[in-house]
């Protein structure tokens, strides 16, 4: 199981419960892992913060590198001289490298009890707060922590109160209701690379995704495949052998399902060649989209399953998905859809829309840089964005509300409009537009004064504390945003961060229509934790009218990509091209940002 926790300022979205030795593979990503690890362990046993600010920053260090350039700088003696990494992270590292495993880790761990560990899933539980539940109320574990917020015995400690005691006690029934649940680009990621191995068997005929992974739903729950073959058997066995396999929970002829190492289990169902195209619609749609395709195919008098579909006792021959909705007088539907979301409706009528495509993205905003929270210089974000294919990229790091992301003073802004210009002119062949995140103050008011935001190309708005309100207060707040001139878009609408986080309260029908009345541009944050607004929301906004930008909230290079992580959740919110504003030219964005 993985946890997704948020500690202080840093967002571990990738976070795995502490591991065990016999699970390390010891590549950069593992090392960053256990590195952020051991930042939070020092917070929680109430070590020196800047000793756990350099482990938090060494994880970042070594995540940015290439692919091997870490085992090498290691074999080379060279890791000492990158920027970040202090003596002792270095003989850390090297052992962690080259050794697999790493004594100081194994120590602070077992320094620790499991429960405070498991305290950290808890949403607004960080490391201090859960060291002085720790050491002022001998609190050992969740269920003690649940008892004493029934007991009210919260209430008297420095730092807390009714309503941290109140949000605790929510926090625990949300991370218990969410257990064994993942991001749909951690799931993503690691099925692709099942894919890949499963192409390897010799005897392999047709594979693919199924399941919520291939409806692309922001939060799944394991990993659904389909594959055909004339020897199941041996591919079943095949598959259980794999190395991403940690263990075999059952093995059949015709299924098979697994943990993997990253904690998520994978089913496998192995067909014949020639009902593939059954099985996999079958296993792709959600259980009201399958109910509903059953009761239309009744009243026509079939039947349909994995297996087929049937008129009367008659195999209906498809040897697509497409021959499925065919025979079922439907036009196809894409996986993304298939949700019982209204689409079976829209394909009896020829309605359903022609979805985005990654390549319909021209260029991105919400790019932060180090001039706040961003692991890189506005330069290489820029060359990044230039080498990815865009021929645009807007700048919006964050506002001086924002102090602990490094939020922009006024003098910053100027002197990042000045270098702003200069790389306009160095690479004339994209377009860099100026702009800011302003953080939306808790009476609505943004965070510069009018004659600042004006000298920018655009302004997204984004609440980021004071979250804790009414949903009265919070709409009347948004509304008051959204009605200023200068705003040109709403940042994470909802301000949710999955598995973390659930939305503020508001009532969004009318955030919506004030962004619409305003020509607001409401923003699908493609962040793999917020994915924000929610796909079911994006229908609605687009039924509206409104305006999207699918923007990745890229505070690294690699983050970049994420663009393509919003646009298949844009996908099954049933966006087009037409609804998405990164979609449209370099001079027809210009033109927006110009026009009165």
Known sequence: MRAHLIIGNFQLSNFPTFISETEISMGKNMVSVILQEIAVLLELKGENSFKSRAYFNGARTVELMGDGELRLLVEEDKLKNVPGIGAALNEKIKELVLTGKLQYYEELKASIPPGLIDMLS?????????????DTLGITTLGELEYAC???????????????QENIIKGIE?????????????????ADALLTSISGFPDIGEVSLAGSLRRCKEIVKDIDLVASTAVPGDLTRYFAELPQVLQVIALGETKVSVQLREGINADLRVVRTETFPYALHHFTGSKEHNTALRHRAKGMGMKINEYGVFQGEKLVVCRTEADIFEALGLAYVPPELRENYGEIEAAEKGTLPHLIEEKDIKGIFHVHTGYSDGNNSLEEMVLACREAGYSYVGISDHSQSAFYAGGLKEADLEKQLTEIGELQQKYPDIAIFSGVESDIRADGSLDYPDQILERLDFVIASVHSGMRISGEKMTARLIRALSHPMVTMLGHPTGRLLLGREEYPLELEKILQTALENNVIVELNASPARLDLDWRHLK???EMGLLISINPDAHSI?????????????????????????????????EYFNSP
Do not use: M
């Open 174 to 190: 949300y991370h218990r209701r969410f257990q064994g649940q993942h991001y749909y680009a951690e799931a993503k990621e690691i």
């Open 540 to 542: 609605r906004a687009r």
């Open 122 to 134: 808890v949403p607004g539980l960080g490391p201090r707060k859960i060291k002085t539940l720790h």
């Open 558 to 590: 690699a983050e970049i990509k994420d663009t393509n992580l919003g646009v298949a959740v844009a996908r099954k919110g049933w966006l087009e091209k037409e609804n998405v504003f990164n979609t449209r030219s370099r001079d027809a964005v210009k």
């Open 150 to 164: 029934k007991e009210n015995r919260l209430l008297c400690l420095k730092g807390f109160g009714a309503k941290t």
